[in-house]
């Protein structure tokens, strides 16, 4: 197998299509907002690309018994009354800095290829504590891009996120601006301890007002609640651990 293999599954027209990617990173909020999207436009996408790496975890995904390499994939979406989009998905990013150049450039040449101008990288910027108030931090390609993002309640802050943007999600802003694409991440605050499908509502609820279409959030709610309840035994059993380590009248007796 090639350093990168890319299948073209099928073909498809789009009009003035959008790329959003959506991989694992911080509190799996780009995952979570790529499949959720995926999900709901379901009816009118297309499986167009499926991208194949050695950079990629060396593993099988199986089910019902059946195999398929690790590969991220391209889905084309017709989308009524609104841009078009190339949603990219994936279980994985690559293992090394050279993977992740790799994997972008080849991900900007099939944007390319279908026409696309502008993309958009979801993800999660970690706030380290649990949150209730799920903000949307943003980062651009050029500051001419500020305006509308600001209108629909983007935050763009003073270094932040601490660090910069690392991985796919970073470089599209990067080799993509170098490129000629308009480019935007879009990060959901998070504690970055936990799956959080709350960030993921709140991201693709500014993508939905940018880009102008509607998404039904029922499925991604339910994984809000279930993932609610185990926020909630972890606080239990941490003011259990809490109480247990406060001293009683006879270990103050004993220590004085």
């Known amino acids: 197998m090639d350093e990168l293999e890319i299948d073209a599954v099928a073909e498809a027209e789009l009009d003035d299509p959008v790329l959003v990617e959506g991989l694992p990173g911080v509190g799996h909020v780009g995952k979570l907002a790529g499949d959720h999207l995926l999900e709901e436009l379901a009816g009118d ?62 991900i900007l040449d099939i944007a390319e290829e279908f026409g696309a101008s502008e ?40 270094d932040e996120p601490a660090g910069g943007i690392v991985g796919v999600s970073g470089l599209l802003l990067g080799l993509g601006e170098r490129r000629g694409f308009e480019a935007a991440c879009l990060m959901g605050e998070t504690s970055g301890y936990l799956v959080d499908p709350k960030s993921a509502r709140a991201v693709l609820e500014v993508l939905e007002e940018l880009l102008e279409f509607e998404l039904d959030y029922e499925s991604l709610d339910d994984r809000a609640e279930e993932m609610e309840e185990v926020v909630g035994k972890i606080q239990e059993m941490e003011q259990q651990q809490q109480q247990q380590q406060v001293p009683t009248d006879d270990d103050l007796r004993y220590i004085g």
Do not use: W
């Open 119 to 158: 993309l958009f990288a979801l993800g999660g910027v970690p706030t380290g504590e649990l949150i209730e108030e799920y903000a949307v931090v943003g980062a651009v390609s050029d500051e001419s891009m500020c305006e509308p993002f600001e209108e629909v309640g983007v935050e763009f802050r003073e």
């Open 45 to 106: 996408s297309t499986l167009v690309r499926r991208l194949y790496s050695r950079e990629f975890p060396p593993k099988v995904s199986v089910e019902d018994g059946v195999s398929e390499l690790t590969c991220a994939e391209i889905h084309a979406v017709s989308v009524e009354d609104g841009r078009d989009l190339l949603v990219l998905t994936g279980d994985h990013q690559a293992q090394s800095n050279t993977g992740h150049y790799v994997l972008t450039d080849a």
